[in-house]
């Protein structure tokens, strides 16, 4: 159940409320693809860095080790230990971008497993019943993820599709939190809406999914080869169609920039592998900009990666000490250049949050839209 709290403009505070905890919002979600954030962080670790929400990737937990063996260790939750709230995507996106030979038809997709090259089938069904074997928080619709850019024919045969897989994964999701057994009965569903960079399209339906009466909306299909400024139009585009009293999330995105510009504009969940991607290249996200830790200056640099940080690693550590882990092909590196840039992400949020609650997001705004995605100066 979501509450709006205050508003700055479109920029929303609010809470969420799930059967695993509330999450406050906006809110950044740490990836966990395998149910592991890469980089060596456990569930203690994610606790100790204030993460909020783990998203786990349901195309990866069914091809290995299998959803059907998760559920009997009792769901990912017991799984892992994390006990805060869990997003599960509905396979989707790494279906339609790391599967070979696909086959899309009306029931759903064929394809090949990246693993060991055997056929699966999945469709609505299929993956709301993993995702009910994970056990998550949140279940998201299945959906056909499309590039940028797409031909209008196709984007709007392919939205009018995810509409219909849509209406099949709300009925199939209610049959099976009904179900005795069910790892989670309380699990909720966002849908997600699609349609490209048409503005028409991205109205329509947006305005046949709210309807549905879902836990949630997200927007798809961005952040996928469209240029960023296409992005933040089809958000304000889109957003004054999305239900005022659910959640938003923007799937996959994005930089520290990207994610304040689309709080600007009405979002309030986000995701990206943006920080434990970046980490191993030893680029590093603070509030005076990015740092690029292999940088000669840093070789003899005492500072911790960012001053005032109070994360584990700054706290302990210095720029010469991480340097020379990165430069040594140290796995101790990867970890803490993870733990700091998503405890910096987490931070982000939690500043935002403050700026809409304490009336100064604007100045907030004005302050880092300049600085978060550009090269720290020392
Ligand atoms: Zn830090």
Aim: hydrophobic letters at 35%; glycine letters at 8%.
């Amino acid at each position: 159940m979501y509450k709006l709290i205050k508003k700055a403009g479109n920029a929303r505070l609010g809470e969420f409320e799930t059967v695993h905890g509330t999450v406050k919002t906006p809110g950044f979600m740490n990836v966990a693809t395998v149910a592991a954030i890469k980089g060596g962080l456990d569930a203690e670790d994610l606790r100790t860095i204030n993460t909020q929400v783990m998203l786990c990737n349901t195309y990866h937990l069914h091809v290995r080790t299998g959803d059907e063996t998760i559920k009997e260790l009792g769901g990912l939750h017991a799984f892992t230990g994390w006990n805060g709230p869990i997003l599960t995507d509905s396979g989707g996106f790494q279906v339609f971008s790391l599967a070979k030979l696909r086959r899309i038809k009306e029931e759903g997709v064929t394809f090949n497993s990246h693993i060991d090259g055997r056929h699966i089938f999945m469709g609505p069904e299929e993956s709301m019943r993993i995702q009910s074997n994970l056990g998550s928080t949140i279940a998201m619709a299945f959906d056909e993820c499309v590039e940028n850019p797409a031909e209008y024919v196709y984007a709007k045969q392919s939205c009018e599709r995810t509409t219909r897989w849509l209406i099949r994964c709300k009925e199939e999701h209610e049959r099976l939190n009904a179900l005795s057994g069910t790892v989670n009965p309380h699990q909720l569903l966002f849908g997600i809406n699609q349609g490209c960079t048409y503005d028409d399209l991205r109205v329509k339906h947006m305005e046949e999914i709210a309807k549905l009466e879902l836990d949630g909306y997200a927007i798809g299909g961005l952040a996928v080869g469209e240029p960023t400024e296409e992005m933040y139009r089809v958000i304000s585009v889109v957003e004054p169609y999305m239900p005022a009293d659910k959640i938003r999330y923007l799937m996959g995105v994005g930089t520290p920039g990207n994610i304040l510009e689309a709080v600007k504009r009405g979002v309030d969940l986000f995701d990206c592998v943006m920080p434990s991607r970046n980490a191993r290249h030893g680029h590093l996200f603070t509030f005076g900009g990015v740092i690029n830790i292999n940088n000669a200056k840093y070789e003899k640099d005492l500072r911790p990666i960012e001053e005032g940080c109070d994360c584990p690693v700054c706290r302990q550590h210095s720029r010469a000490y991480i340097r020379h882990l990165v430069k040594a092909k140290e796995v101790l590196a990867l970890r803490l250049c993870v733990m700091h840039n998503l405890y910096f992400y987490n931070t982000l949020m939690a500043r935002i949050r403050d700026a809409i609650a304490n009336g100064t997001f604007d100045a907030f705004y004005n302050d880092y839209i300049g600085v978060l995605d550009e090269r720290a100066s020392d």
